[in-house]
């Protein structure tokens, strides 16, 4: 068969929707992959890539594997493609996109124009993923772009809603990329100072399923620790559900940070312990990317002991405040942390000047505000209740699931029982 | 844009310049866009995407541009907390007139917050004490104690605060009161 007759079928089969055929197509025909092999960009331009985009990947992929040629020309070619590609067929050669993709965030973060990337990068993502709660596997390449731009609030317009699927990938949508992206979310939460979310973050790609530990999950680990001693004021414990490996290992693997957290809780001068752990392993919290984070867990000690305090005291002088934390700046320190921690909502205080007094408060809760927020909260509540109603009864009917629970070892539809529960 | 930040939607504005800044094929902004973001930043107090802000405009821009650097200089200012260098800082330098409107609502915004937080914050405070953390003198501080209806004693120069109480938010109007509430119900029974 001729090249030019193999191209027409390949357009034609994309035309009429055939994706399986045309990846048999270019599985069975040597002759189709030799002749793209010799000259991919002629091949690629036999390919139109918004209605033949399966073509089009296929070419791009044995082009890959060669050369990538001019970057500029590489990158002008994936803004393209992101625009205009069939959504339908790209879902089929997922893989081919995401390594498209990866090549490129590769080759911008090594000519340091990372924000060149990000645009190409959300337009595939938006046109790609089923909602904006799926996760794609392009989702880690344009965190990794934001992070080298230094552009956060890029990040956070695909971060900031919750990720509760994945957009199906087949078998290609590896663990490596699940991890990534919540590492990097982590990340930038972290660096914008939102450490609540960041914990969370932290939590999640180290609550993933795992049979060994990844060493994505080894760096979110140590940041895990200083997130948490900054949000909770100690290490918090991991989920019941974490892996047994995770568990059991991690801890071995970054002794230096639980040396960190048990320091930060101690009863008598933690503020040395942590100093004096900084003078002796600055370097390899400096190559862990850690060193701000921990100058921050140190910086955070004098919230904390004021903090203590407000569980104690209900009024104290301001005078006393300093003496008890430790303060050389005395009572005029202690007012100046103690506006930032009421700015920052960390305690409730009023602070009476004419007496040098500060009085210790129970959140006060304004009545709209109440209102909002529980409005806001009971909304969440039932949105995700109606999803895991909608996935429970999409679990039940999986023939999987069903012939597990029942135990027949049943490896056909023919069950009554299965038919039954498949014709609900 | 400027209309907005008259009006104070800095949500609306950040978000057309941000989606200005990665829509350009170059993946930069303009001065004035980066201008117009770095100013609703510090209106918004959120210094660290001013902080990144900074870190990704091009040098050259700074270079081309010294109104990025003297808002920059601004921006340092709040980072410190050094309020009084901040009002310093925003009536010396000399904004081109574009920016009036920027530069006034940063200021107006700042005022508020920190009125905001003494009132938060102090049951009783002397005027000399607010009027350092409002980096004004104390007969503007008088003042403003006096617009925001704060008792002052004459005597002792005590003000003292009251905070302000939030606006009543409707969440749910009229007629779908009762399905809302018959939702919620619903839910919480099942």
Known sequence: MSFEKLVNDVRTMCEQEKYRQVLELFDKSKELSLRIRDNPDAALRQFNPSKHTMGYLLALKFKLEMTIGDP?????????????????????????????????????????QPQRGLLPLLTAIRRLRESPSHLTSLHPHYLCLCLSAKNLSAALSILDTDIISLNYEGPSFDSRGFLLYFYYGGYIYAAL???????????????????????????????????????HGKLRTLPKYTSHVIDRYIRNITGLYNELATAYVRDKNPYQEIQKLL?????????????????????????????????????????????????????????????????????????????????????QLIDSQIVVELESELRDCMFFGEMLKVMNMNLSKDPKYVRKTKGTGSTTFDDPSIKEILSV | LEENIRKRQFKQVLQQCEEGEILNP??????????????????????????????????????????????????????ERNIL?????????????NYAT????????????????????????????MATLLGLKPENAKAISHKLGWSMDEGTGVVSPVLKRMEEVEVVKGKNIIEHLANYVSFLEN
């Open chain 1, 72 to 112: 500029e020309i590489y990158l002008q070619l994936m803004t393209q493609l992101a625009d205009v590609f069939h959504v339908e067929q790209a879902r089929n050669l997922i893989d081919i996109l995401a390594f498209a993709f990866h090549v490129l965030t590769s080759i911008l973060v090594e000519r340091k």
């Open chain 1, 193 to 231: 100072k939102k450490f609540s979310r960041a914990l969370y973050f932290f939590e999640v790609c180290l609550t993933t399923p795992s049979m060994a530990i990844s060493a994505i999950q080894v760096e979110a680990y140590k940041k895990y620790v200083l997130v948490s001693l900054l949000v």
């Open chain 1, 279 to 363: 003078k002796l392993h600055g370097e390899d919290f400096q190559k862990d990317q850690n060193y701000g984070l921990v100058k921050q867990c140190l910086a955070s000690l004098v919230k904390r002991s004021i903090q203590r305090l407000t569980k104690t005291f209900v009024t104290l002088s301001l005078k006393d405040l300093s003496e008890r934390v430790g303060l050389d700046g005395g009572p005029r320190e202690a007012e100046h942390y103690l506006l930032q921690m009421i700015e920052a909502g960390e305690i409730h205080a009023s602070i009476d000047q004419t007496q040098g007094m500060i009085s210790f408060q129970d959140e």
């Open chain 2, 26 to 79: 170059s993946g930069y902004a303009t001065t004035e866009v980066y201008m117009v973001m770095l100013g609703c930043y510090l209106a918004t107090d959120e210094l660290e995407h001013a902080k990144f802000l900074w870190s990704r405009i091009p040098e050259s821009f700074k270079k081309d541009n010294p109104v990025l650097g003297n808002l920059w200089n601004v921006t340092k200012t709040l980072k």
């Open chain 2, 85 to 97: 260098k901040f009002r310093e800082t925003m009536t010396e330098t000399c904004w081109p007139d």
């Open chain 2, 102 to 129: 920027l530069t006034d609502v940063i200021t107006e915004c700042v005022t508020e917050r920190i009125t905001l937080l003494i009132s938060k914050a102090y049951s009783a405070i002397h005027v000399d004490h």
